[in-house]
């Protein structure tokens, strides 16, 4: 069974730019969540859809979007990009919402702004 | 609102020592408790879960944890470590009674594994 695909893996943008990443969940896994990762913050949680719903939504600023597709695809979108967006994207899908269902991590997109 | 703590930003142990990597967790009500590990340039590895049951957990990779409810503790550990295991370490909780909950991590504990 094919793992979590995240796409593009490198990404290099100009502050102000927007961009968009994709996540592709495991086959039959309907919920996905979104997580930055820098070395200063560590794992910082953006938000989770479930059936093309978010259900839950981390501290981040309006810039900071997401959707879910019906057949679980994941996209996140960050406008107006600043120095400080520069991080690992890291996409997790999971079987359900349910609190013990483990996450399944992509390898991530790895963002630079400059 | 739950937490996690790891509080060794690294851990430095000779191949064929023992491992342990701390954990512990704040949570309102009962414990999901989780392990991840990452190496470089990759995402995160599912290693083991406590749900309920058992405080011994056992995960991939020869790694075990045990969950001691008293001192809110989730410890890693790993009898014989070896180089391959040298990784950054994530412990993670959800609070069981709370489904809609969000994940939460620790700061994670870089193990360095030396021959």
């Known amino acids: 069974k094919a793992g979590v695909t995240q796409t593009p893996r490198y990404l290099i943008k100009t502050r102000g730019q927007q961009v968009t990443l994709s996540c592709s969940p495991i086959s039959g896994h309907r919920s996905v969540s979104w997580y930055q990762q820098t070395p200063g913050q560590g794992l910082q949680f953006l938000f989770e859809?479930?059936?093309?719903?978010?259900?839950n939504k981390g501290n981040f600023p309006g810039r900071f979007s997401g959707r879910q597709f019906s057949n679980s695809r994941s996209e996140m979108n960050v406008s107006t990009l600043e120095l400080g967006d520069s991080a690992l994207y890291l996409c997790a899908s999971s079987l359900d919402l349910g609190a013990n269902s483990p996450l399944h991590f992509g390898n991530g997109t790895r963002l630079t702004v400059t | 609102a739950q937490s996690v703590a790891q509080p060794e930003d690294q851990v430095n142990v000779a191949e064929g020592n023992p491992l342990t990597v701390k954990c512990t967790y704040s949570?309102?009500?009962?414990?999901?408790l989780f392990w991840y590990v990452q190496y470089p340039n990759r995402g995160l590895q599912f290693l083991l879960k406590?749900?309920?049951?058992?405080?011994l957990v056992k995960g991939s990779y020869g790694f075990e944890a045990e969950f001691n409810k008293s001192q809110t503790s989730f410890h890693l550990k790993k009898p014989s470590a070896l180089v391959s295991d040298s990784a950054l370490y994530f412990c993670?909780?959800?609070?069981?009674?709370?489904?809609?909950?969000?994940?939460?991590f620790g700061a994670g504990t870089q193990v360095v594994v030396t021959p």
């Open positions: 406590y749900i309920t049951g058992d405080n």
């Open positions: 859809y479930f059936s093309e719903t978010q259900r």
């Open positions: 949570v309102s009500g009962n414990p999901y």
């Open positions: 993670a909780v959800r609070d069981m009674d709370d489904s809609w909950g969000k994940l939460q």
